[in-house]
């Protein structure tokens, strides 16, 4: 496979910094030009759940046992990618305030930071993950099945140690969106992509005279696919110029800053909690659905999984939000902050919109090209129109909380998150257990997403709302 083209020596020009002029309609609508910066994050995002997909596709033929073994692993990273969020997404926003303010000796600062951060985090995490992996194995999979249990075993054994290539890539990927570059992670995303759809089927069926690995051969196929990116990337990185600028810059007095530590840790911690409670809540909620039958289960299951395409959208703009606010307020440019609470209030609630909409109509009908049960046909029938109330709510908080992290608002973003996700766990079991049933879930889940979204809108228009009438009257001079 040839390499991308680009040498990740001029990350600044590779596109638009946020707030760049632009005209026409999507200028009135995106006044922070979050818009370049969110569509190669969104394939980034993308790229991430294909590669999960091209990885069951191969192993699921080798049967039910080797599938759940999959799926262990994939339900740990998906846990622990909220605890590299703390890290690599308080790094984006330390460093991308450091970026705006021009303050290089401050990026060198952050960085030196963000990778000891990691290092440690890495260590701890694999070290405790290695030494308990087969209690966790049974924690998820249970005792009943002992292949499926030692298929994940070995998966793990490799799955486990390779965390540590898939937070340093995080890490990395950091620096570069911090300084306005997202196409080079969404690059570097699709080039493992492309390397695990070649290795997949050769190491776990043993083509090309390579020995037949099976679940074994698709973690490595996983860790190697990213191993390799991640090695380009860093090279990448040791010749951008950005790097390069921070590495020459003096060391500067840092009695009259934060903690590097400290600022990354108050960035990504809100981050963190967010995805976190998010995560949890919709735990909860399959719980509860479940006792209403499994083609309830079914159908709520495929439609979410379904809604991966829009719901990545939604935060793949949130983290071009937190990129421009973070640099607006570390230039100390208001104008910038309140251009980037325009642009998520309309691209958030526009798009919102657009997604219910696409769920209203397209749900129920795309369930069909999956699977031709008729009992979750109809389950997703009458779960269509719900989810497209919930969806609309929920992706325009997903996009508003975006200024929230960058604007150093993030407290307030994981406090409502909270309260709201509390209203849910509360409201679904007890709403499900009148006589409204299913639907009583439906409006725990909805009373959640209405929560936050018109807490987060209500604070966004009020922070626009207080910045002085002749910043406006510049912004319209611009």
Known sequence: MTPPTTTGTEPDKAQPAPGAPRGGLLRRVDPAGLTPLAWPIYLELMSGVIAGIITVVWVGRLGAAELSAVTVASSLENVLLGVILAVSGGATVALSRAVGAEDHSRVKRVLGTTWRVTVVVTAVTCVTLFLIREPLARLILGENDARALQLAHDYLSIAIPGIAVYYGQNAVDSAFKAHGDTRTPMRMAMLANGILLVLDPVLIFGLLGMPELGVTGAALALVTSRTLVLLWTVGLYLRADFRRRAHQADDGSAADQPSPLREIWQAGTPMAVDFFVRMTAGMLVVGVIARFGTDQVAAYGAITKGLLVLSMAAYAIRQAATIAAARARGAGEEQGLTDTRSSTIRL?????????????????????????????????SGQAPWMAVYIALLLCNVVLSGVFLGGGQGGVLAYVTLASAGLQAVLAPALSSTALELRGVWLAMIANAFTQTLTLLLLAVKANSAVPTATHEASAES
Request: proline share 6%; glycine share 12%; net charge negative.
């Open 348 to 380: 958030g609630v526009g798009w919102s919109l657009l997604s219910g909409i696409i769920v209203l109509v397209g749900a129920a009908p795309a369930l069909r090209l999956t699977t031709d049960d008729p009992a979750v046909h109809h389950a997703a």
